[in-house]
Antibody, heavy 119, light 109 residues
Framework: EVQLVESGGGLVQPGGSLRLSCAASGFAFHTYWMCWVRQSPGKGLEWVADINEAGSNMFFMDSVKGRFTISRDNAKNSLYLQMNSLRVEDTAVYFC????????????WGQGTLVTVSS | QTVVTQEPSLTVSPGGTVTLTCASSTGTVTSGYYPNWFQQKPGQAPRALIYSTSNKHSWTPARFSGSLLGGKAALTLSGVQSEDEAEYYCLLYYGGPWVFGGGTKLTVL
């Protein structure tokens, strides 16, 4: 069974940093692109970033470019999102998603971790 | 800035048919945008329904189908059930980043 478990969320002040982690199990992690998707309270889904199988190629939504970094450790079956210079508008539940592999897309989602940016 | 537009809300009667659409500010949506569709119920993580325009996941009920319609991606629900009441999101690929639509709140009434 595919499992994606996020951790690392919490309360942080504007301008602060936070690192999210996603522990993956039940599939060949190193053969999938992985993504982060977020959802602000009461709002819609926002695609944040993705990273290829080897960790050598990544893309970001415009509003987080230069502030967020996505990385992975295939030996540990783990995905990360380093978030710096956090803003109030980054407040959201962050979902870890298995986004692409073997021609199938966005099929498995974690339950999410809440990040609150507030003074 | 790329914008993906969905109907904010739709209402359908039980047993009826409804089509949700997904438009891109860049123009016609084609298969190259790899349209995905997701269902989300309150308090739950999204659930994938359709990928690459019309492909169903193993758990996707047969009453859900995806297509391209009039320059947009479309999700059609046939024989709607009360349990289909939810928020539905589309997702399009832009050659690197992806962009979600704003979501359609589907009411079954």
């Amino acid at each position: 069974e595919v499992q994606l478990v996020e951790s690392g969320g919490g309360l942080v002040q504007p301008g602060g940093s936070l690192r999210l982690s996603c522990a993956a199990s039940g599939f060949a992690f190193h053969t999938y692109w992985m993504c982060w998707v977020r959802q602000s309270p009461g709002k819609g889904l926002e695609w944040v970033a993705d990273i290829n199988e080897a960790g050598s190629n990544m893309f970001f939504m415009d509003s987080v470019k230069g502030r967020f970094t996505i990385s992975r450790d295939n030996a540990k079956n783990s995905l990360y999102l380093q978030m710096n210079s956090l803003r109030v508008e980054d407040t959201a539940v962050y979902f870890c998603v298995r986004c692409s592999g073997s021609g199938i897309y966005y099929d498995s989602w974690g339950q999410g971790t809440l990040v609150t940016v507030s003074s | 800035q790329t914008v993906v537009t969905q109907e904010p809300s739709l209402t359908v009667s039980p047993g009826g048919t409804v089509t949700l659409t997904c438009a891109s500010s860049t123009g016609t949506v084609t298969s190259g945008y790899y349209p995905n569709w997701f269902q989300q119920k309150p308090g739950q993580a999204p659930r994938a329904l359709i990928y690459s325009t019309s492909n169903k996941h193993s758990w996707t009920p047969a009453r859900f189908s995806g297509s391209l319609l009039g320059g947009k991606a479309a999700l059609t629900l046939s024989g709607v059930q009360s349990e289909d009441e939810a928020e539905y999101y589309c997702l399009l690929y832009y050659g690197g980043p992806w962009v979600f639509g704003g979501g359609t709140k589907l009411t079954v009434l």
